[in-house]
């Protein structure tokens, strides 16, 4: 169920180091009912090491995709408004700037979701479209719509079966998916084989320097195998007959990069971007295994500020409660060690609803539970949106509430304070 992975992902080195010691956590996203519940008792470790040779970052370990994804409860992308706007800016970038005057392009994506950003390119960029999701509930909810999407995983095999049925593609996408693949040489072997020589493939991800620099510790989880940056990335993709030609930085995720990579020899000009920002990771020190330090010191010490504030809150017989149920939240009530004081976590999402969190089974309730237990803390646990809430329960803070920040800086908000 869990294996330990002894080579770099990215350049086969055995010279890995231990750089980040996490709390050990259950799947993050098992948010399950009640007669499933047991299925997320489990904990596996979240270590994360550093390559000595290649610099990548990556976890010790993995656990079984099987394991992580038969319940999978990933938020369709059509619900979300602004991601929609985020990816119809993408896909005029990529149309606008790479299709080299080609006509009748073919755009594939590989974790398509449920085929938001392709459908896109299908309807107002005119492209053949096709998806390749995992999930069976979100491929059929694509399909549904018409935007046609093959259920699996990505791999050298689908990669061959496509480009014989579809032929090869003008750009393949991968967003938020690469640093959940176990073996990414063979996604990228995929890659090669179904894209034109010509073909741009688009490569989104959270990029791992912002992880460091602003301390978004959500994205540590067992489906976050790699955590990418630009060099370790570039020196791979060379490796294997490709290279990076173009870069994007993101806000999506609270910092993440688009890498605009072609086949080595490829038509597009390097952009001088790419060097750029390998040398501003150097000044970093994004290869310096001291480098997570200041991400370790900045878990101790919000840990310390929760564990003062629900000793506080305890010893008046206040109740606390959280809000937010996504993966990330689970990284949180492990490293800060905050079950025990939580009453149950609210969602705004009718699917989560009646589920319980993942190893501790904190009950996942609707925002009228709040006024009804006499909450009085709220810790607010999906730390990008902490503003977007605390505006949407703004009669839990009239009544005397208190909302807990506990990203980028620890903040106790009451209605005085605003
Ligand atoms: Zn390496």
């Not at 394991?67 to 149309?95: H, M, V």
């Not at 938001?116 to 979100?138: A, C, H, R």
């Not at 629900?310 to 990284?331: D, L, P, R, V």
């Amino acid at each position: 169920m869990y294996t330990e992975i002894k080579i770099c992902k990215l350049c086969k080195s055995k010279n890995l180091e231990l750089v980040l010691d996490l709390a050990d956590l259950p799947i993050g996203d098992k948010y399950l009912p009640e007669e499933k519940k047991n299925e997320s008792k489990q904990l596996y470790p979240l270590k994360i090491m550093m390559c000595c040779d290649c610099g990548n970052y990556q976890n010790s370990g993995y656990v079984d995709p099987k394991i992580i994804y038969n319940f999978y409860l990933s938020r369709p992308a059509t619900t979300n408004p602004q991601l929609s706007g985020a990816y119809k800016e993408y896909a005029d970038y990529l149309f606008k700037n790479y299709s080299n005057g080609k006509e009748k392009l073919k755009a594939y994506e590989a974790g398509s979701n449920d085929g938001t950003f392709i459908e896109y390119m299908k309807k107002d960029l005119k492209m053949q479209v096709l998806g390749i999701e995992p999930s069976p509930n979100l491929s059929k909810q694509a399909n549904d719509r018409s935007v046609e999407t093959i259920n699996d995983y990505f791999n050298t095999e689908v990669a061959s079966k496509i480009a014989d049925k579809y032929g090869q593609a003008d750009f393949f996408i991968t967003n938020h998916t690469a640093s959940n693949i176990v073996d990414f040489e063979d996604f990228l072997n995929g890659v090669k084989i179904i894209l034109k020589d010509d073909g741009v493939f688009s490569l989104q991800t959270f990029y791992h320097k912002d992880v460091i620099e602003h301390n978004l510790i959500e994205n540590f989880t067992h489906e976050h195998l790699n955590y990418f940056y630009i060099k370790p990335l570039q020196t791979f993709l060379k490796n294997n007959g490709m290279e990076i030609f173009d870069l994007k930085l993101v806000p999506a995720k609270g910092g993440s990069f688009r890498a605009f990579i072609q086949k080595i020899n490829g038509p597009n000009k390097k952009q001088e971007i790419v060097d750029t920002i390998q040398k501003e990771e150097e000044i970093f020190g994004m290869n310096d295994a001291k480098i997570h330090e200041r991400v370790a010191s900045f878990i101790a010490d919000t840990k310390s500020k929760l564990q003062d504030l629900i000793e506080n809150k305890n010893s008046q017989g206040k109740k606390i409660a959280a809000y937010g149920t996504s993966i990330g939240g689970t990284t949180f009530i492990f490293n800060y060690e905050i079950a025990d004081a939580l009453r149950f976590m609210v969602d705004d999402d009718p699917y989560r609803q009646g589920l319980l969190s993942p190893h501790f089974h904190i009950p996942v309730v609707s925002k009228e539970e709040i006024f009804k237990q006499e909450i009085d803390t709220i810790i607010i646990l999906a730390p990008l949106y902490f503003d977007q809430i605390a505006n949407k329960n703004l009669e839990f803070t009239k009544n005397g509430g208190t909302f807990v920040k506990i990203w980028p800086n620890f903040e106790i908000k009451k209605t005085d304070d605003n």
